[in-house]
C-alpha cells in the first residue's frame, strides 16, 4: 500500500503542506504512520479523507462541522447528501448561464443588421426571449390535451368507413368544438401583444385574436393603444382569466 509524505499529500490534494499540517493539529487528519526519521506518513485512506475534506471546505464548511460529520457512524450519508445537493446547485447554476447566453445570441441575432434601434425596441425582445419558456409550455399543453380529440376523430373516420356507422362522427365534433372553445378561451387569456408602433403592451378581444391572420409568433391585431393595424409579437400575458 502507498504511503505519502506531507509534501506529497499535499501536492495530489492541491493544496498547501501548511493546510496538511493544519489539519493534522486540529485532529481531522492525523497521519497513519510515522517514518523511522519520524516523518508523518499517510496511507491510501488518508488520501482520500483528505479529498472530501478538501471537498467540504470548498463548500465553506467550519472545520468544526467537518469533523463533526467525519466523526458520525455513516459519514458516507451526509457526505453524499452534500455532493447531491451541490451537483444540484451547479446544473442549476449552468443552466442559468446557459440561458443568459441564449438571450444574448437572441439579442445579437436580432439587431444584427438593423442600422438604428431604440431601447424599445430592445425592451421589446427581452420581454419575448423571457416569455418564451411559458408560452412554449402553453402549446404543449394545447398538442397533449388535442391529441385525444384527434384520435377520436381518427377513430370515428375510420368506424365510419368500416362499419358505415356515422354517429361516432358526430359524437367527435361535439367534444372537438367545445374542446375548440375551451383551449381557445385558456390560450388566450394567458397571452398578450405588444405593438411593434407604440410598443405598449394590450390584449385583443377574444374574437379578433381568434380569426386574425397569424404566425407561430405573431398575430395581426389592432392595437388598443395607437390604434396600428399590423402583426404584434405574441408574449406570454400571466394568469388571467
Known sequence: MSKY???ELAKLC??????VQYYDSRGILVPSDLSEG???????????????ICFLRELDLPINA???????EHPEKVISLLIENQEKSISDEIADKQEKLETLRELKKGLKGKESFSLESIGDMAVVMESRKRLKRLHW??????????ALQWFSIIFWIVKGTWWP????????TVWGTLIS????????YICPECHEVFKPSLKEAFWANHTPTARKL?????GHRGFCVEIWGGDEK
Open 5 to 7: 509524505t506531507t509534501g
Open 222 to 226: 389592432t392595437c388598443t393603444a395607437c
Open 185 to 192: 378561451r385558456y390560450y388566450f387569456s394567458h397571452v398578450k
Open 66 to 72: 467537518i469533523s463533526q460529520i467525519l466523526e458520525e
Open 169 to 176: 362522427f358526430i359524437v367527435w365534433v361535439l367534444v372537438a
Open 14 to 19: 492541491n493544496v498547501t503542506v501548511r493546510t
Open 38 to 52: 519520524g516523518r508523518r506518513l499517510y496511507s491510501e485512506d488518508d488520501l482520500r479523507r483528505m479529498k472530501v
Open 141 to 150: 399543453t394545447m398538442i397533449l390535451t388535442g391529441i385525444p380529440v384527434t
